[in-house]
């Protein structure tokens, strides 16, 4: 039990371990796998979509299912909060939100701007969806 609390005196602050292009790296160690992962995927389905009618026409059957609907939702809000949580990590790393109120606070909003950019991006694929229908059937 003494070893312990000796253990917790011992260890250093936070941060300590991690300064100057170290964090910058862990920065991009976290953030490039998502990048590389979610929006290639993204961006081929956008893609593929787009190609042709038909190929529009199976995409749409394709993602009238509900599975693949939630599926599509639960990688774009990824994206969203990954994008913002990155943006929240950048401020920490200059020193900025490290108290734990601010912590807290970040976090919510990082929660909240991100179900807001995935809302945006749902309603806006809609309109731009039916858009590209009318630009079809003409």
């Given at each position: 039990c003494l070893y312990g609390l000796a253990l917790m005196r011992s260890r250093p602050e936070r941060g300590a371990?991690?300064?100057?292009?170290?964090?910058?790296?862990?920065?991009?160690?976290?953030?490039?796998?998502?990048?590389?992962?979610?929006?290639?995927?993204?961006?081929w389905l956008f893609q593929s979509s787009l190609a042709t009618p038909e190929s529009f026409a199976t995409f749409k059957a394709v993602?009238?299912?509900?599975?693949?609907?939630?599926?599509?939702?639960?990688?774009?809000?990824?994206?969203?909060?990954?994008?913002?949580?990155?943006?929240?990590y950048l401020f920490l790393d200059v020193h900025m939100g490290v108290d734990l109120e601010s912590a807290r606070?970040?976090?919510?909003?990082?929660?909240?701007?991100?179900?807001?950019?995935t809302a945006v991006n749902m309603f806006g694929g809609f309109a731009v969806t039916r858009r590209m229908l009318d630009m079809f059937r003409k």
């Open positions: 371990l991690i300064s100057g292009t170290a964090s910058g790296a862990a920065f991009l160690a976290a953030g490039l796998p998502g990048l590389f992962l979610c929006l290639p995927l993204l961006l993602a009238a299912h509900p599975l693949v609907k939630i599926i599509l939702l639960g990688l774009l809000w990824a994206f969203c909060h990954h994008f913002c949580a990155g943006i929240r606070l970040t976090s919510k909003i990082v929660f909240a701007v991100s179900i807001a950019l």
